[in-house]
């Protein structure tokens, strides 16, 4: 089994940046594609950027790209999320996921382990 663990949520203003962290434990040669989904309240949960396990291919939603940077460390089994210039809608419970497929896929149906999610609050 693979557990994720996230980090790095909280509270900033519009404008404002944060960086969130995911740390995968336990059976991580299972671990491919990584991604990032949040969730609003009321909302259904949508991918906003994914990583293979290789170099490169990164994916972005159109609401973050161009304000996120996904980067990800094998050696350390960990993936990151950038986010820079944050909007109010940019406000919900991001969640760290992993499949046992290399290619990222933008139903989280496709994948297999989830973090416990983390807190993103943007205040205007």
């Known amino acids: 089994h693979v557990q994720l663990v996230e980090s790095g949520g909280g509270s900033v203003q519009a404008g404002g940046s944060l960086r969130l962290s995911c740390a995968a434990a336990g059976r991580t040669s299972d671990v491919y594609a990584m991604g990032w989904f949040r969730q609003a309240p009321g909302k259904e949960r949508e991918l906003v950027a994914a990583?293979?396990?290789?170099?490169?291919?990164?994916y972005y939603s159109d609401s973050v790209k161009g304000r996120a940077i996904i980067s990800r460390d094998n050696t350390k089994n960990t993936v990151h999320l950038q986010l820079n210039s944050l909007k109010p809608e940019d406000t919900a419970v991001y969640f760290c996921a992993a499949r046992r497929v290399g290619v990222p896929n933008l139903n989280s149906r496709e994948y297999d382990y989830w973090g416990q999610g983390t807190q993103v609050t943007v205040s205007s």
């Open positions: 990583t293979r396990r290789s170099v490169g291919g990164a």
